[in-house]
């Protein structure tokens, strides 16, 4: 597996903080001198070249077995999910882990907080969509689930972490499979280090339960891993035990 960083972020001045989450999480891997890493050098002040390129290169990438990337907050998605979206010929599915939608109305340029309802407008299937662990929907975010037909597992209804596994699983059969961790969907007493952080997220155990059954999809091509504070070691860590298990 290739190994990207990409320090991407627009998150209003809300998520600086994961710009070098991708070298903290990295610095904090075993064997990590045995790895296949790269970085996407942006610069965040310019957000459309910052998109170009994260676009580009990440396209560039499909072309190996499978890929990671290393956010950067959650805006990267919209990128690396669109290079994806062109590359593959077949069909294309996308879970998410997170505990926000992440789907309000778009302004000029995405942030992290429009880029899943952008990428729906730029062609992304909307029934090849699944998100896994929501705690915090606004209404028009819910009005466009519902109109979209997007399938989620809010984390009240989540009772049964091996069925809802079982049905994201069965779901992306035959597809070329994206998964993307926002680290947010963990419950802050586990992951403190991200910055919209909601109470009743899934243990440290659930995630990484979710990551060793996903890695074993021979269908999975790409994933990311998003949001996380350089800073909080304890959230580094478990972002770094997630890699690990798709690795």
């Not at 992290?112 to 299937?125: S, Y």
């Given at each position: 597996m290739q190994i990207i960083k990409v320090p991407g972020i627009n998150g209003l001045g809300k998520t600086d903080k994961t710009r070098n989450a991708g070298n903290a999480i990295i610095n904090e891997m075993?064997?990590?001198?045995?790895?296949?890493?790269?970085?996407?050098?942006?610069?965040?002040?310019?957000?459309?070249?910052?998109?170009?390129?994260?676009?580009?290169?990440?396209?560039?990438?499909?072309?190996?077995?499978?890929?990671?990337?290393?956010?950067?907050?959650?805006?990267?998605?919209?990128?690396?999910?669109?290079?994806?979206?062109?590359?593959?010929?077949?069909?294309?599915?996308?879970?998410?882990?997170?505990?926000?939608?992440?789907?309000?109305?778009?302004?000029?340029?995405?942030?992290?907080?429009?880029?899943?309802?952008?990428?729906?407008?730029?062609?992304?299937?909307?029934?090849?969509?699944?998100?896994?662990?929501?705690?915090?929907?606004?209404?028009?975010?819910?009005?466009?689930?519902?109109?979209?037909?997007?399938?989620?597992?809010?984390?009240?209804?989540?009772?049964?972490?091996?069925?809802?596994?079982?049905?994201?699983?069965?779901?992306?059969?035959g597809k070329n499979l994206y998964v993307s961790i926002d680290i947010d969907v963990v419950d802050p007493a586990f992951a403190p280090g991200t910055g919209y952080l909601e109470p009743a997220g899934f243990s440290s155990q659930d995630i990484l339960y979710f990551a060793r059954r996903l890695a074993k999809l021979k269908n999975l091509k790409a994933l990311d891993i998003v949001e996380v504070h350089e800073d909080n070691l304890l959230t580094v860590k478990l972002a770094a035990r997630i890699l690990e298990e798709f690795i």
């Open positions: 075993r064997n990590k001198d045995l790895l296949d890493i790269e970085e996407i050098h942006v610069d965040n002040s310019n957000l459309e070249e910052q998109e170009k390129l994260i676009y580009e290169n990440s396209k560039n990438s499909f072309e190996k077995d499978k890929v990671a990337f290393l956010g950067g907050d959650h805006l990267i998605s919209y990128s690396t999910c669109r290079a994806f979206l062109d590359n593959f010929s077949d069909e294309k599915f996308l879970i998410i882990f997170d505990a926000h939608v992440d789907a309000m109305p778009s302004i000029k340029e995405p942030t992290h907080e429009e880029w899943l309802r952008k990428l729906v407008e730029e062609g992304w299937k909307a029934e090849n969509i699944i998100l896994v662990g929501v705690r915090k929907i606004e209404n028009k975010e819910l009005s466009f689930l519902k109109e979209n037909n997007i399938k989620y597992f809010e984390m009240r209804n989540i009772e049964d972490k091996e069925g809802v596994c079982d049905v994201i699983m069965e779901a992306s059969q």
